[in-house]
């Protein structure tokens, strides 16, 4: 099994990358949900409204090359609006 001594930004596995994006939406005072995954499995017209606003993320493709694995995400902030006002 790896090993990651020196968790640094340029040194860091994908699992320590999520909880890190974890770890940012448990501390902030304004995000209530984190999770992460294909946006294909997330249905927000059910979600409560106790989980906006939300912080999700949804891994990219990873590029690997010699001693080199990029990882991407798109990171998407998202609150509830009520469209029923008038």
């Not at 974890?22 to 409204?49: P, Q, R, W, Y």
């Not at 912080?55 to 990882?71: A, F, G, M, S």
Request: aromatic content about 10%; glycine content about 2%.
């Amino acid at each position: 099994m790896a090993q990651n001594n020196n968790p640094t930004p340029r040194n860091m596995t994908f699992r320590q990358i999520v909880d890190t994006f974890e770890t940012i939406a448990d501390n902030h005072h304004l995000i209530n949900f984190f999770d992460s995954g294909s946006l294909d499995e997330v249905d927000i017209d059910k979600m409560d409204l106790q989980y906006f606003p939300l912080l999700y993320i949804t891994p990219n493709p990873v590029v690997i090359d010699t001693q080199t694995i990029i990882y991407s995400f798109d990171v998407i902030i998202a609150d509830a609006t009520n469209t029923n006002k008038k």
